[in-house]
């Protein structure tokens, strides 16, 4: 099985922050990962694909990185509506989500 | 429009089976795979298998191949699972998905004598 380290665990960020994230992935799973959005008593939403593919009408703020075994999702300029748990999913070796990193407001 | 519209609420007795459902409308479940995934409460998301409807050809992650049955019908366009011989910690919200995209609102799935 693939895991996918997730870090940090939790983040405490203010209006405006540069909020970064990180997912690691136990083998190389090339660039079939995904970074989704979930908001309390929501389903999630997805925001990038094949590792750096904006999605359709998500904001340019969100941006997706990475290759190989190292990903990262970045929020420039983090707004309120932005906090959520996110969560990466590689799908190269069946699926597997990471753990999840809660942004929360300071 | 498309719309995955889950069945409702269950609450299953530990030892007994149950089998929800999920709708297609606006897309056909043929030209696309349908996966499953759970939450725990509080907890974070976990993949539970897919299924080819056109095919019906299934694969599940290790720790599902015993407790899930991944199963759809074409012509009602619609996906199922089943989840046998229930246990406290099968309590959960059950999402399917489809293409990432689009997520039912989930089952929640409670588990209690």
């Known amino acids: 099985n693939t895991v996918m380290t997730q870090s940090p665990t939790s983040m405490f960020i203010s209006v405006g922050d540069r909020v970064t994230m990180n997912c690691k992935a136990s083998?190389?799973?090339?660039?079939?990962v995904d970074w989704y959005q979930q908001k309390t008593g929501q389903s999630p939403k997805l925001l990038i694909y094949g590792a750096s593919n904006r999605y359709t009408g998500v904001p340019d703020r969100f941006t997706g990185s990475g290759s190989g075994t190292d990903f990262t999702l970045t929020i420039s300029n983090m707004q309120a509506e932005d906090l959520a748990v996110y969560y990466c999913?590689?799908?190269?070796?069946?699926?597997?989500f990471g753990a999840g990193t809660k942004l929360e407001l300071k | 429009e498309v719309q995955l519209q889950q069945s409702g609420a269950e609450l299953g007795k530990p030892g007994t089976s149950v089998k929800l459902s999920c709708k297609v409308s606006?897309?056909?479940?043929?030209?696309?795979?349908m996966h499953w995934v759970n939450q725990r409460p509080g907890k974070g998301l976990e993949w539970i298998g897919r299924i080819d409807p056109a095919n019906g050809n299934t694969i599940y992650a290790e720790k599902f191949k015993s407790k899930a049955t991944l199963t759809a019908d074409t012509s009602s366009n619609t996906a199922y699972m089943q989840l046998s011989q229930l246990k406290s910690d099968d309590t959960a919200i059950y999402f399917c998905?489809?293409?990432?995209?689009?997520w039912g609102q989930g089952t929640l799935v409670t588990v209690s004598s």
């Open positions: 606006g897309y056909n479940i043929r030209n696309t795979y």
């Open positions: 999913l590689q799908y190269n070796y069946n699926y597997t």
């Open positions: 083998q190389n799973v090339g660039t079939n």
């Open positions: 998905a489809m293409m990432g995209l689009y």
